[in-house]
């Protein structure tokens, strides 16, 4: 599907085009801004987004940040958060090994009495949000004396801008619907026209659609002391159940 696909259909669908009516260049090139606007709003709604990414990052000695976004040294599309974060100790390894390592939160960043600490290996990193030139910094910490190790961070792939009225992208299934029906409500009003219920209503249970297929199980979390080594612990319930016939 081409950005040019999706804008008629809409436009159709709204009733600004009739059948076998041809997209006029202007209204095209207006469309298509204001649904790259709306795609960029949508990388702020975590269920819209099907994908993360997992980005590995080479650490350098006595290194205490790195930037991220397009064109940093950690280049991918700036992501809204960084969900998970691993380090691997030896990556020449036959089976390099990656140990999760704590994300810290702004408070956590905050409270942490030295930051300029230095240690072996990293443990921990922080997400500052700040916005320069479209990029934002990862600090490690405490930071890397080797320059031998690596980053992973696991971030959510927010769908991205079309890059033309012509290039064609694919989508998972699902998302055609919720594109065409949902930038129907976006743009209605900027031509003067209102949907009926009918749209209302698909354009919402299309997004529920793709919101509730996006859904991934989180596991629940319980102290090992809590739960005896001969018992069965459900993560996705956080119920557990006595072994022994219990």
Not at 94 to 114: A, S
Not at 134 to 152: H, K, M, R
Request: proline share 5%; charged share 20%; glycine share 8%.
């Amino acid at each position: 599907m081409t950005a040019r696909d999706l804008i008629t259909a809409t436009l159709r669908s709204i009733r600004v085009l009739g059948v076998g009516d041809t997209l006029l260049a202007e209204d095209a090139n207006d469309a298509f801004d204001r649904l790259n606007d709306w795609l960029d709003g949508l990388a702020l709604e975590r269920l819209t987004i099907y994908y993360v990414a997992r980005t590995v990052t080479p650490l350098a000695a006595s290194t205490p940040s790195y930037t991220i976004g397009t064109g940093g040294v950690i280049n991918i599309v700036r992501p809204t958060q960084i969900e998970f974060a691993g380090l691997i100790q030896d990556p020449s390894a036959p089976v390099p090994f990656e140990q999760g390592i704590e994300v810290w939160t702004d408070q956590r960043w905050q409270q942490c009495p030295n930051k300029t600490l230095t240690s072996t290996y990293a443990q921990a990193i922080y997400y500052d949000h700040n916005w320069n030139a479209g990029l934002g910094l990862v600090y490690v910490w405490p930071i890397p004396t080797i320059g031998t190790t690596q980053l992973v961070i696991y971030t959510p792939s927010a769908l991205r801008e079309f890059a033309t009225l012509d290039t064609a992208y694919t989508f998972p299934p699902g998302y055609r619907r919720y594109l065409r029906t949902n930038f129907a409500a976006e743009i209605a009003s900027e031509y003067g026209k209102q949907l009926t219920g009918d749209q209302v209503a698909a354009a919402r249970h299309a997004k529920g659609q793709v919101k509730r297929a996006n859904i991934r199980p989180v596991e629940a979390r319980v102290d090992a002391a809590l739960v005896h080594s001969s018992d069965y612990f459900d993560w996705r319930t956080g119920d557990w159940r006595g072994g022994y016939g219990r």
